[in-house]
């Protein structure tokens, strides 16, 4: 979980899929965070995407970094823990100024029943499962 933390981070930028009924919806995102041992996302409950997640929890992450591209499948979990909430915000503190923990807007999600796979045109595919 960790290398998969590391390179999200180093990406930045990610592109989040979800489903809206059949519909595939995709979009930029860049929020990730570990806490006490589970891989994190951030949203606006009053988005699109997050209704989408709330609907059908089945994702699917895509980043690359030049070389080596990542597509990560998985189950986004709501945590409405305050705390990891806040961990959030003290990671992304630009986020501050569009939400605050208890605004009842915010959300986080940790993905579990994840699969990563890292791939590039050099190497053998490696797989992750966290
Ligand atoms: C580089 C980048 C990173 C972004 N990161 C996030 C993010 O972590 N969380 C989020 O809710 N929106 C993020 N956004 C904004 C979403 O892409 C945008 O709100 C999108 O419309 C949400 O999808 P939806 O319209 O299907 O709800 C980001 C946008 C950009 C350009």
Same mark, same amino acid.
């Given at each position: 979980?960790?290398?998969? #933390?590391? @390179?999200? %981070?180093?990406?930045?930028? #990610? #592109?989040?899929?979800?489903?809206?009924?059949?519909? &595939?919806?995709?979009?930029? @995102?860049?929020?990730?965070?570990?806490?006490?041992?589970?891989?994190? /996302?951030?949203?606006?409950?009053? +988005?699109?995407?997050?209704?989408?997640?709330?609907? %059908? &929890?089945?994702?699917? /992450?895509?980043? @690359?970094?030049?070389?080596?591209? !990542?597509?990560?499948?998985?189950?986004?979990?709501?945590?409405?823990?305050? +705390?990891?909430?806040?961990?959030?915000?003290?990671? #992304?503190?630009?986020?501050?100024?569009?939400?605050?923990?208890?605004?009842? %807007?915010?959300?986080? !999600?940790?993905?579990?029943?994840?699969?990563?796979?890292? %791939?590039?045109?050099?190497? &053998?595919?490696?797989?992750?499962? @966290?």
């Amino acid at each position: 979980m960790n290398e998969v #933390y590391e @390179f999200l %981070n180093k990406c930045e930028t #990610y #592109y989040l899929a979800t489903m809206d009924g059949n519909e &595939p919806k995709v979009r930029p @995102f860049g929020t990730v965070a570990l806490y006490k041992g589970k891989l994190y /996302i951030q949203t606006g409950k009053s +988005k699109s995407v997050s209704k989408q997640m709330m609907s %059908n &929890p089945r994702v699917e /992450i895509c980043a @690359f970094d030049g070389d080596t591209w !990542l597509r990560l499948a998985a189950t986004a979990v709501n945590d409405d823990d305050i +705390k990891a909430k806040e961990f959030m915000f003290e990671k #992304y503190p630009m986020l501050k100024s569009m939400y605050k923990a208890d605004d009842g %807007n915010t959300q986080v !999600l940790y993905l579990t029943d994840a699969v990563a796979v890292f %791939n590039s045109f050099s190497k &053998p595919p490696k797989t992750i499962k @966290f």
